[in-house]
C-alpha cells in the first residue's frame, strides 16, 4: 500500500515489456518497475505554473496511482526527457460521467546502458479531460495495454 506523507522511495508499479518495446523501439531500461517519493513529487508539482491543478489532482487521486499503473487505459510516449531515459505517459480513467476523467501519470525510465544504477520514477501528475486526451494520441505515438 502506497503511503502518501511517506519520503522516500516506494515501488508504485510496474511498465509492461511490450509497452516499452512498442514506444520506444530499440531502449533497454534497467529494469521495468517504477517507483515514487511522494513528498518529493508533492514538492514538484508546487513548483509548476499550473500547482494549484497538479497538487489538487495528487491530493484527490494519489491513492489510486497503484491501481491507475495496474489498469491503465493508454500509454503515450515521451520525447522531452535527456539522451539516458525513455519517457512514457500514463493515462488511466479514474472519473466515469465527470471531467477531467483521466489522471496522466508521467514516467522517467533510466537506460541500462547509462551505466549507473538510477531508478524508475513517477515525474509528474496532472488530470485531462476526454478531449485533451485524444488530442495527445492524435499528437504522439501510443498504444493500449
Known sequence: MLDLGLDQLQLVGRIPVAVVQALWPGFVPQDH??????????????????????????????????????GADTYARYDRVSGDEAGLDIFSRVEVRREPAFVQIGVRLASASSGRHKRNYVATMMLVSTP?????LRRVPHCQP
Open 132 to 136: 485533451r486526451l485524444r488530442a495527445t
Open 33 to 70: 518497475d517504477v517507483y515514487i517519493n511522494p513528498v518529493y513529487l508533492r514538492r514538484h508539482l508546487q513548483s509548476r505554473p499550473d500547482y494549484v491543478n497538479r497538487v489538487a489532482a495528487f491530493n484527490q487521486y494519489g491513492h489510486l496511482l497503484e491501481s491507475c499503473f495496474a
